[in-house]
């Protein structure tokens, strides 16, 4: 009852996902509430939240009904059915330069399936808001989550063939300092990313200045195949671009920090068929492409008889 009222977002979807009335699930929730003599919910006319005893209660719950609920699907035969709503907690880079081109097919695959793909700069209360999975960059915060990295990806520092005509190609990191260079902001502080470059165990950070202040990482992309400034972009995102030459890897010789791409998940145990399809869905995605066959050379003509002389 309680994960219906939180999953749902209200004691009326809650009554419409269990087949009951919304004051039978009101009540329900009283009783509950009444037993262990603390208060779950917050409720005005307008709002429905979970207290902090709800959140603890239901960040506790929720992995034994998800458990519960897989056990009943295995034990059905049905274990691989991907189906109902899954609800996905990622980043905007994730979601917009990795993802979105291929969640037709994901979706063709799974037809029984409805995604929703919140794109958000904070992780959030993952069980509390209801999500079934996140996939985000960067090292996971400490938490009840189950993490699985899925990949590491590069951080490299391009520009456009025509911006480097236009300005000359740094020869070295500490060359930005004469260059146009896009600022992203870091949503934790609300200040810049620093820049920093990476050979074997030597770490350079390089101070870099620029007019541009961004954090969506469209307009980042958008902005820096204009031709206008030199960024920092995770390779992960941009590979085709690298490969075709509309951006270049101006240090190679530095390939910078790699960041890891995690999948966070609550369930500890039999983690649903949907949550699986999804994992195996972005490592498929993120997988790096196999490296084209080589040509074998052609066989050599074969040497042509003399003649005898006379």
Known sequence: MLAAVVEGGSFASAATALGLTPSGVSRAIARLEGRIGVRLFDRTTRSLNLTD????????????????EDAVTIASGSSGAVRGRLRVNTDAFTSRLLLAQHLPRFLAQHPELTLELIAREQLGDLVAEGFDIAVRFGEPPSSSL??????????????????????????????????ACLQVRNPVTGQPFGWEFQRGRKLLKVPTAGRLLLSDPGTILETTLAGICVAQIKAVGIQPLLDRGALM??????????????????????????????????????????????????????AAKSKPRR
């Open 249 to 302: 890897d101006l240090f190679p010789d530095w390939p910078g920090e790699r960041i890891p791409l995690y999948a966070l998940y609550p369930s500890r145990h039999l983690p649903a068929a949907k949550v699986r399809a999804f994992i195996d869905f972005v490592r498929e995605v993120v997988a790096p492409a196999p490296a084209p066959a080589p040509v074998p050379a052609p066989s050599p003509a074969p």
């Open 146 to 179: 189950v993490a699985r990295k899925l990949m590491d990806s590069r951080v490299v520092t391009v520009a456009t063939p025509a911006y480097v005509a236009r300005h000359g190609r740094p020869a070295k990191p500490a060359d930005l300092a004469g260059h």
């Open 53 to 68: 005893e709800g959140r603890l209660l239901y960040a506790n719950i929720n992995p034994l009904v998800l458990g519960i």
